[in-house]
């Protein structure tokens, strides 16, 4: 598996999302990612922290 695609209730973006993203995997993301601002921060700490994040 290369890339997790999200098709879940908002709620759940975020946290799939960082998962995805710490198990090593590309994760790509549309609108909205998240329901609160402080998911979009955690996102994109994730993402630096990882180097994944929308394709490889």
């Known amino acids: 598996m ?3 695609t999200l ?10 999302a960082i998962d995805a993203m710490h198990s090593g995997h590309h994760v790509y993301h549309e609108k909205p990612v998240g329901i609160a601002p402080a998911e979009g921060e955690a996102m994109a700490a994730a993402q630096r922290r990882t180097g994944r994040g929308n394709g490889p």
Request: net charge negative; glycine share 0%.
């Open 2 to 4: 290369d890339v997790v």
């Open 7 to 16: 098709a879940t209730p908002d709620f759940s973006h975020a946290r799939i």
